[in-house]
């Protein structure tokens, strides 16, 4: 793997991802991202099993690999770089990651790709194809009334509920309840619960 990619679009990426990974207690291998080269750029993939979350990024190519390093502390490092192209190369038989930045280096311990747990692919036939800006704001008019408490883990979700007019989002801690709609969003019949 050897790519170039702007700082700012990589940490605004890496910062996305990081809050999908448990912060400890879990799995050395959940703690980290998964940097793969793509046709297009550069594929950024976090989960926690539960929740997962795949980021695409333009990138300069130069040679194709997937590595996995520590969530954290990639982010905060690349957080601290000027806004500057970053070269992010494998070295040492894949088990280093060399980022370069400027006058800046680093060097970052690779963890076994093999091990990072694999999202499901995406079904086409099943998906709905919502504005981004109107699920934004429906999801912050909503995860508000989420409850944060543990005890209860399906109020602490947003019930996504799809039809064919359009699709609904629900949150409630129990004693207050938000509701929006898209209607220029609709689907196939179903109900998905989404950690708020």
Same mark, same amino acid.
């Given at each position: 793997?050897?790519?170039?990619?702007?700082?700012?679009?990589?940490?605004?990426?890496?910062?996305?991802?990081?809050?999908?990974?448990?912060?400890?207690?879990?799995?050395?291998?959940?703690?980290?991202?998964?940097?793969?080269?793509?046709?297009?750029?550069?594929?950024?993939?976090?989960?926690?099993?539960?929740?997962?979350?795949?980021?695409?990024?333009?990138?300069?190519?130069?040679?194709?690999?997937?590595?996995?390093?520590?969530?954290?502390?990639?982010?905060?490092?690349?957080?601290?770089?000027?806004?500057?192209?970053?070269?992010?190369?494998?070295?040492?038989?894949?088990?280093?990651?060399?980022?370069?930045?400027?006058?800046?280096?680093?060097?970052?311990?690779?963890?076994?790709?093999?091990?990072?747990?694999?999202?499901?692919?995406?079904?086409?036939?099943?998906?709905?194809?919502?504005?981004?800006?109107?699920?934004?704001?429906?999801?912050?008019?909503?995860?508000?009334? =989420? *409850?944060? &408490?543990?005890? +209860?883990?399906?109020?602490?979700?947003?019930?996504?509920?799809? %039809? $064919?007019?359009?699709?609904? @989002? =629900? *949150?409630? &801690?129990?004693? +207050?309840?938000?509701?929006?709609?898209?209607?220029?969003?609709? %689907? $196939?019949?179903?109900?998905? @619960?989404?950690?708020?």
């Amino acid at each position: 793997m050897d790519v170039v990619i702007d700082q700012p679009a990589l940490g605004r990426a890496l910062r996305l991802a990081s809050r999908v990974t448990p912060a400890r207690g879990a799995a050395p291998i959940l703690q980290a991202v998964l940097l793969k080269t793509e046709a297009a750029g550069l594929g950024l993939t976090a989960t926690d099993t539960q929740l997962g979350v795949t980021v695409g990024l333009a990138a300069e190519n130069k040679k194709s690999g997937e590595v996995a390093i520590p969530a954290r502390l990639l982010t905060d490092y690349v957080a601290h770089l000027p806004a500057e192209p970053i070269r992010l190369a494998l070295e040492g038989a894949g088990k280093r990651l060399r980022a370069t930045c400027g006058r800046f280096i680093a060097m970052f311990a690779t963890v076994d790709c093999g091990d990072f747990p694999r999202l499901p692919e995406v079904d086409e036939a099943t998906a709905v194809e919502v504005d981004a800006s109107a699920f934004r704001d429906a999801t912050e008019r909503v995860a508000f009334a =989420a *409850a944060r &408490d543990e005890t +209860r883990p399906v109020l602490t979700a947003v019930l996504l509920e799809f %039809g $064919r007019e359009a699709v609904s @989002l =629900a *949150a409630t &801690d129990g004693f +207050r309840l938000a509701r929006a709609s898209l209607p220029s969003a609709a %689907g $196939r019949a179903g109900q998905l @619960l989404v950690p708020a």
